[in-house]
């Protein structure tokens, strides 16, 4: 009997390096065709990853939005979820600021130009209710610039003011010259990358600031995780496991790259890697339910807070049921 043969998009992140080199082994029966897609920047396979799988069915298994993918399951869409998450990030890393608009602390915040490249980006939920929740800035007294479509149409239902901007406008310069006051971004333009003292972090010490958040919460964030159409889970439920078994395989790959210092063009990349491990411990990126249940649940009741979904999802819904126990 022939092989099953699937397509797997994924992003150009070290801990898939293994499946485009073709050092994981698919169980027999298995052959995956690994894409490279990412969201933004230019990839092999093309850009807009999530709109492609999640509107489009295009890919069978795909590493997609956390926040997109809460959306769909409580909207019955046919994708299911397996319990591998390839992007964490921390908030606090993520928000930027004009170094003119006089923003000192998170709560100087409220009233200013904020963009975001849209509400259900996952960078986005959680940087709204980190604000909110550790913070005390209301999302909804924030002026919010959105700079993209949503991925899931959400509708005018959040019921606050929102600028929305043209696709091609330039929103790294628009934070540069103070046309806004803010930035949310998970993938910050080159302008403000090369912005020098005229932009700034909203945390001086973002490091510091996400391992407060590390201690108080102990988990780094969850921004994507893998999903696969329903109709061929169902028909191979067998598959979720399989996922899951091939990414643990390429994220020790991916460990034991470190363990040659001149594995990276960073010239301390073995140091930094060392500080991780002390830091966050010896697995900030655990697959499973069990380790995430409560970073999962936070981030949907953030979800709910935000408007972008009715009611909490219970976790477990979020997945493939082959995979509740792990």
């Known amino acids: 009997m022939a092989d099953l043969e699937l397509s797997i998009a994924l992003e150009r992140y070290d801990r898939h390096v293994p499946f485009f080199m073709g050092l994981v082994e698919p169980p027999e029966g298995l052959k995956l065709k690994p894409l490279e897609v990412g969201m933004a920047p230019p990839r092999r396979d093309g850009v807009d990853r999530h709109r492609r799988f999640l509107e489009k069915g295009e890919f069978d298994v795909a590493e997609t939005s956390l926040s997109s993918h809460i959306i769909a399951t409580a909207r019955g869409a046919p994708f299911v979820g397996i319990p591998v998450f390839p992007r964490r990030l921390f908030s606090q890393n993520h928000i930027f600021v004009n170094a003119r608009a006089g923003i000192g602390t998170p709560k100087d915040l409220i009233g200013k130009r904020v963009i975001l490249r849209t509400f259900q980006t996952t960078m986005s939920v959680l940087a709204l209710g980190d604000l909110k929740f550790e913070y005390g800035v209301p999302w909804d007294q924030v002026r919010w610039i959105v700079a993209d479509d949503e991925v899931m149409p959400l509708g005018d239902e959040k019921g606050i003011e929102v600028e929305r901007i043209g696709l091609d406008d330039d929103v790294g310069r628009m934070l540069v010259e103070g046309e806004a006051d803010a930035m949310v971004h998970p993938h910050p333009p080159p302008a403000v990358l090369e912005a020098g003292d005229r932009v700034r972090t909203l945390f001086p010490d973002r490091r510091a600031e996400s391992m407060a958040y590390f201690a108080r919460h102990g988990y780094y964030p969850i921004m994507h995780l893998m999903a696969v159409r329903k109709p061929l889970i169902e028909e191979h ?4 496991r399989s996922v899951m078994s091939l990414w643990e395989d390429a994220k020790a790959q991916t460990r034991e790259f470190y363990e040659d210092p001149g594995w990276s063009t960073l010239a301390f ?15 900030p990126w655990p697959s499973g339910i069990a380790a995430n ?13 935000q408007r972008l979904i009715d009611a909490p999802v219970p976790v477990d819904r979020l997945f493939h049921e082959s995979t509740w126990d792990s």
């Open 237 to 240: 439920p067998w598959l979720a």
């Open 269 to 283: 990349a073995r140091n930094e890697f060392e500080e991780q491990l002390a830091g966050l411990g010896a697995d």
């Open 293 to 305: 249940r409560k970073n999962l649940e936070r981030f949907i009741s953030y979800s709910h807070d």
